[in-house]
């Protein structure tokens, strides 16, 4: 049976919605906290993958205090954000299975390229 770690980090960012309920959001930022899904066989030395490189490479690529709308490309939705960072994640940790985006405490959503149950 696969194994599955997680890796959260947090960082700040803003953004608007361009189209909130027929008009422009007001610029506002947040403090998201991210958490990557990796699954698969343990190596030889006994883990999935190495804590401290997914980290480190987390840190390299959130946009910390930067402009969500200029790194998506428009729509700067927790969703859209939420693929951005699965996809540059999969460059450099295959194992990836899923991305969640906590825009704050009560509000997320995440990423997979897995079907949903749902949809079997």
């Not at 997680?6 to 998201?32: D, Q, T």
């Not at 390299?60 to 402009?67: D, K, N, S, V």
């Not at 939420?82 to 899923?98: G, H, L, M, S, T």
Request: no cysteine.
């Amino acid at each position: 049976m696969p194994y599955r770690v997680k890796v959260i980090r947090e960082f700040s960012a803003a953004h608007f919605l361009e189209r909130y309920k027929g008009r422009s959001e007001p610029l506002h930022g947040h403090n998201y906290r991210v958490e990557v899904v990796l699954e698969g066989e343990v190596n030889d030395e006994g883990y999935l993958v190495d804590f401290l490189e997914v980290n480190s490479y987390l840190k390299e690529i959130l946009p910390e205090h930067r402009m969500l709308n200029d790194i998506l490309g428009g729509a700067s939705t927790t969703e859209r954000l939420a693929r951005w960072i699965y996809e540059r994640v999969k460059e450099r940790f295959p194992q990836v299975v899923e991305v969640w985006v906590w825009e704050t405490g009560k509000f997320a959503a995440s990423y997979t390229e897995r079907k949903s149950i749902t949809s079997l």
